[in-house]
């Protein structure tokens, strides 16, 4: 009887993580914002650089940062937390030293940048250019 339990837990489908649903993005949002804050920390990002890269306005922003804001984030700013996470997770891997946390501040000639710095870029092209940012430092770093 335990093998046939067994087997159905098996092959029974696990529901993938979505961002679209709320209890995915109640359960991940506080440990998202922590991560965000601490990013936003090590890039020297201000205010309006860390409000806009994770689609918030400054005064929401101000809020995360002082552990004030208590709601869930919404699917595009999970999102983006999510890049910005992933992008400077792949900085540390690729770069041994502190060029992992001023990289995305330094202008870049690269075509997604077109001579801005990574934030700046991101800023303006918002989840597309931030999605395609950590997909450029991943395929650096070899791992796509």
Do not use: C
Not at 20 to 47: K, T
């Amino acid at each position: 009887m335990a093998s046939l339990v067994q087997a159905q837990t098996m092959d029974a489908p696990v529901e993938p993580q979505n961002f679209a649903r709320a209890e995915d993005r109640v359960r991940l949002s506080a440990p998202a914002l922590r991560a965000f804050r601490a990013l936003a920390g090590q890039w020297a990002l201000n205010n309006a650089e860390a409000a806009a890269l994770l689609g918030v306005s400054e005064s929401t922003w101000d809020r995360i940062k002082r552990a004030k804001w208590d709601q869930p984030l919404s699917q595009d700013q999970l999102t983006r937390a999510s890049a910005a996470i992933g992008l400077y997770k792949g900085l540390h891997l690729l770069f041994v030293d502190d060029n992992a946390d001023r990289w995305p501040k330094r202008a870049n000639a690269g075509p997604i940048f077109r001579s801005k710095s990574p934030v700046e870029a991101m800023i303006e092209g918002g989840i597309p250019v931030m999605l395609e940012t950590r997909l450029l430092v991943d395929a650096v770093r070899g791992g796509l």
